[in-house]
């Protein structure tokens, strides 16, 4: 029996946290949901290494945001995949992104996160062998 793949999703939105679920764990992922990025950031450096990729969306409320949590994330776990999910953030993608990592904006196609995570988890796995 393989292991699922453990994700971190961080998102403060209900509806869409139920949807992304729901095609995460069709994809074979499993997951842990935070709604903010103080407890992120706080899961990131308890149990960061169990982490497969990291998915923020970039406004999650008072405390820091999806920018902040990722970078805190690649402080701890320099070859993190993450995907920034964001519905008026996406042209500041470029200027406060992490490297290699990937953009996608709100509204989009389930099956467009879950392209976009998956080829990130490769890049990662090929990077690192």
């Known amino acids: 029996m393989s292991v699922m793949p453990v994700l971190l999703v961080v998102e403060d939105e209900t509806l869409l946290h139920i949807a992304i679920?729901?095609?995460l764990a069709?994809?074979?992922y499993d997951l842990v949901f935070i709604s903010n990025?103080?407890?992120a950031i706080e899961e990131l450096h308890a149990n960061g290494q169990r982490f497969k990729a990291l998915i923020t969306d970039i406004r999650?409320?008072?405390g820091p945001n999806g920018w902040e949590?990722?970078?805190r994330a690649r402080e701890r776990l320099p070859s993190l995949p993450v995907l920034y999910m964001s519905g008026d953030s996406a042209s500041e993608w470029?200027?406060?992104?992490v490297p290699n990592s990937v953009m996608v904006?709100?509204?989009f196609a389930m099956s467009q996160l879950v392209t976009a995570i998956s080829q990130l988890?490769?890049?990662?796995?090929?990077r690192s062998a």
């Open 105 to 107: 904006s709100k509204p």
């Open 69 to 71: 949590v990722a970078h």
């Open 26 to 28: 069709d994809a074979g």
């Open 121 to 126: 988890i490769t890049e990662a796995d090929m």
């Open 37 to 39: 990025g103080t407890r």
């Open 60 to 62: 999650l409320g008072p």
């Open 94 to 97: 470029a200027a406060n992104g």
């Open 21 to 23: 679920e729901d095609e």
